[in-house]
């Protein structure tokens, strides 16, 4: 796993930031402009892992906007959001993160199965996915566990409360689908949306979690004094079926922590980072760097 981090000059310099990166760390470029990455990740050598991102913006509203998706297949012929089972047309929605038109602090980690970006906008921070989970099956019996993972609707703006990360478990409203979830039937699913008994019928709800998910608002450190990390697992929220493993980010708890804050674990480093703008002790995962 590859890592790296500085600042980009605005939202639309970190998508070629995030394109060079990945680049070099086993993802073929398809398709790039200033606004638009289409990308296929190599897996285990035998996977083709499909992505998109488009940037759109208004800025009368301050809005800069990042939209990602994810597909089965690239047709070249096809416009980026009408590719082949892409999660904005089969079962899933629209999955955003918003920035703003100046300098971006970033993070990202990348290997063959997965990037991840943390954004710092001001003083909030922003939280992409998008690669395969680790499953708990064969590859036989789940062969493409992709997961697209944002923050908010495209109406929101970068200081905007509301959104919250795909890896919270937070439930703020379908404009807040936070991340999709593409299952072994060949549909996609809502991670961390509170619409699951709102009568939208075949529709398909997940929840992202730690194994301290009851408690972790009040779980403080280990008795050593150090601190403690737990992996985020995605289940149903109706059959309690869990899909896989988030690769690559952690639970942690907030107490006497902050964002940016570097911890060891095993010899392993990571970095921490809050959920948005909150700053409660359930709030905050740790980015595994190396």
Request: glycine share 10%; charged share 15%; net charge negative.
């Amino acid at each position: 796993m590859s890592y790296t981090t500085g600042v980009a000059t605005d939202y639309k310099n970190l998508l070629s930031i995030l394109a060079t990166f990945i680049a070099a760390n086993g993802w073929t470029i398809l398709n790039q402009n200033e606004t638009l990455l289409q990308v296929r990740g190599s897996g285990d050598g035998t996977d083709e892992i499909y992505g998109h991102i488009n940037l759109s913006e208004d800025s009368a509203n301050s809005r800069y906007v990042w939209e990602i998706a994810g597909s089965v297949y690239y047709r070249a012929d096809k416009a980026w959001s009408y590719q082949p089972r892409g999660n904005q047309n089969y079962g899933g929605t629209h999955i955003y993160a918003a920035f703003w038109n100046a300098p971006i602090t970033y993070w990202i980690t990348c290997n063959s199965y997965r990037f991840i970006i943390v954004a710092k906008v001001s003083t909030y921070y922003k939280h992409m996915h998008f690669g395969f989970i680790k499953p708990c099956a064969t590859k036989a019996q789940y062969p493409y566990p992709l997961l697209v993972g944002g923050m908010g609707s495209w109406y929101t703006g970068y200081s905007d409360t509301g959104p919250s990360a795909y890896w919270s478990g937070n439930h703020n409203g379908y404009d807040y689908a936070h991340s999709n979830l593409y299952l072994p039937d060949s549909m996609w699913a809502y991670v961390n949306n509170s619409s699951e008994n709102s009568g939208y019928p075949g529709r398909r709800y997940c929840k992202a979690y730690s194994l301290y998910h009851g408690l972790r608002g009040s779980f403080f450190k280990s008795p050593d004094g150090s601190y403690l990390l737990a992996p985020y697992y995605i289940r149903n929220t109706f059959i309690d079926d869990i899909y896989g493993e988030i690769d690559g980010i952690y639970w942690i708890t907030g107490y006497e922590n902050t964002s940016e804050n570097i911890v060891t674990v095993n010899g392993v480093n990571y970095i921490v980072f809050q959920d948005n703008g909150r700053s409660g002790y359930a709030d905050f995962c740790a980015l595994r760097m190396n």
